[in-house]
């Protein structure tokens, strides 16, 4: 079966740096859009970066451009956010998301992410 599996979270304080990675499996990879999410208790759920299924094509939530930065290495089936310059405001459980589909029509379309990890926690204080 389909399987996200998300690591690399933690504490920091702010102006920090964590790297994500997350390992799927149960499907083709290379022939599903990727995403990044974040989530804190009491708010929706946000889109925070995506991913081509080549990976030549990448899109982020204004918040986090030029701090955050998502690749995929298709041959191992990770995908990992580097972040950096960590503000407190970045603190939530962030998944990753799988959907299959092409740039031009799915992968910036959050609502339509389908595959889902469990989670990992970025705390960043201040």
């Known amino acids: 079966q389909v399987q996200l599996v998300e690591s690399g979270g933690g504490s920091v304080q702010a102006g920090g740096s964590l790297r994500l990675s997350c390992v799927a499996s149960?499907?083709?990879?290379?022939?599903?859009?990727m995403g990044w999410f974040r989530q804190v208790p009491g708010k929706e759920r946000e889109g925070v970066a995506t991913?081509?299924?080549?990976?030549?094509?990448?899109y982020y939530t204004d918040s986090v451009k030029g701090r955050f930065t998502v690749s995929r290495d298709n041959a191992k089936n990770t995908l990992y956010l580097e972040m950096n310059s960590l503000k407190p405001e970045d603190t939530g459980m962030y998944y990753c998301?799988?959907?299959?589909?092409?740039?031009?029509?799915?992968?910036?379309?959050?609502?339509?992410?389908?595959?889902w990890g469990q989670g990992t926690q970025v705390t960043v204080s201040s």
């Open positions: 991913i081509s299924p080549s990976g030549a094509l990448t």
């Open positions: 149960g499907y083709t990879y290379e022939t599903h859009c």
């Open positions: 998301a799988a959907v299959r589909g092409s740039w031009s029509t799915t992968c910036t379309r959050w609502a339509g992410y389908t595959y």
